[in-house]
């Protein structure tokens, strides 16, 4: 085996910086992991990391990505956790193993403030990784770290779907579609938002009722819809990936006493709405940040045992970093993920 590799990365701020380059192959230490990365999936994140868009200060030169799946081919002295042959999963959350969050300068996002795992071979902490999922493909299981966990801590961890709630998602990203899998699975009322003719179909391939399909182009007031929807009820819980005025319609949809798990900022990072619904209706509105490695290995369970498949939108090859970067842009329906290995 070759003792060089190849990685991409940037010295600065930029997407159109990202630059493949060859690199000494990484040594694990003690307590860490040598992989042999087979695929790794983008997030949103990524760009916003790699635009600075999210004031962080990574460590440059610097190698975006925290999602992957990968073959332990060393293990480093005081291993227990991995054998050599072992699949690995990444954690996007370093050092958060289970309880309650740890504060950034303890627990840095991979691929955050510190460089991630866009490379052929990555040295990672046998603790930042997880035992991959029997049920799942490389390329499937690449798309766990971020999306899938976000989704399980909103509609399984820390609000449980039940089958006589109503959880509400907004449009047909990773999240949301991880987020629909599950609530699905939880037997739950599940009503997704969308954009298109095109992706309510596919919405509907996925096993979303037909009537729960709200298509915005065509329903800008969607609150209104969920409302009729759920006879005047509203959600349990709402998905709310968007941010900036958007919070106003969640509010408008969800119920007397419900939840609305705040996620993503599509629209802004700035959220604007009047305080008088949310005390009006008693709502919780919960800041997630992705979750702990427990809650990770719960839901791979749950994922091999109810046999939930990730929906990918596109798979590109190495040397199309660029492009796939370009396509996550575009609005993907599912996750845009990397073939690194076969
Ligand atoms: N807090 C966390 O731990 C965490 C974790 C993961 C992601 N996030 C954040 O959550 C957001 C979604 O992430 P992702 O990775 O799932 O993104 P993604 O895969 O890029 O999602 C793209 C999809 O979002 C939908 N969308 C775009 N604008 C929308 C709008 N104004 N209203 C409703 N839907 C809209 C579109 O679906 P349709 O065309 O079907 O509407 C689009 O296809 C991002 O802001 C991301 O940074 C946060």
């Known amino acids: 085996m070759s003792d060089l590799m190849e990685r ?7 997407v159109s910086n990202l630059k493949k380059v060859t690199r000494s192959r990484p040594v694990p230490g003690y307590g860490e992991i040598l992989i042999r990365v087979e695929a790794v999936s983008l997030n949103y994140r990524d760009t916003e990391v790699l635009e600075s868009r999210m004031y962080l200060e990574p460590e440059f030169p610097f190698t975006p990505a925290s999602d992957m799946f990968g073959t332990v081919i060393e ?44 490379a ?3 040295v990672l902490p046998a603790d930042w990784c997880v035992h991959a999922p029997k049920s799942l493909t490389a390329i499937e299981a690449s798309t766990l770290p971020i999306a899938a966990l976000t989704a399980w801590m909103a509609v399984c961890e820390l609000a449980p779907s039940r089958s006589d709630q109503t959880v509400l998602i907004q449009g047909t990203g990773g999240v949301s579609l991880f987020a629909a899998q599950f609530g699905l699975a939880a037997g739950a009322n599940v009503i997704v938002t ?9 919405l509907r391939k996925l096993g979303v009722k037909a009537d729960n399909i709200i298509d915005r182009s065509i329903t800008p007031d969607w609150p209104a819809a969920v409302m009729e929807l ?3 009820r509203g959600a349990d819980n709402i998905v709310e990936v968007v941010g900036g005025e958007n919070i106003r319609k969640s509010l408008d949809a969800v119920r007397q006493g419900g939840r609305i798990a705040l996620i993503g900022f599509m629209e802004s990072y700035d959220m604007s709405m009047s305080i008088l619904p949310v005390l009006g209706k008693r709502v919780t509105i919960e800041g997630i940040s992705v979750g702990p490695r427990r809650a990770m290995e719960d839901m791979i369970r749950a994922i091999d045992r109810h046999k939930i498949k990730p929906v990918i939108d596109r ?4 040397d199309e970093v660029p492009a ?19």
């Open 8 to 14: 991409w990365e940037t010295p600065g701020f930029g």
């Open 194 to 202: 969308t954009s298109s003719d095109q992706k309510a179909e596919q």
């Open 75 to 118: 293990t480093g002295e005081g291993v227990t956790r991995f054998a050599v042959g072992d699949q690995a999963v990444s954690m996007c959350i370093t050092n958060w193993i289970d309880g309650e969050a740890l504060d950034w300068s303890v627990a840095p996002p991979l691929g955050g403030t510190i460089p991630g795992i866009l």
């Open 315 to 318: 798979v590109y090859d190495f």
């Open 120 to 122: 052929q071979y990555v």
């Open 324 to 342: 796939a970067f370009q396509h996550l842009n575009s609005g993907p329906f599912g996750k845009v993920v990397i073939k690194v290995a076969s």
């Open 230 to 232: 759920t006879d005047g």
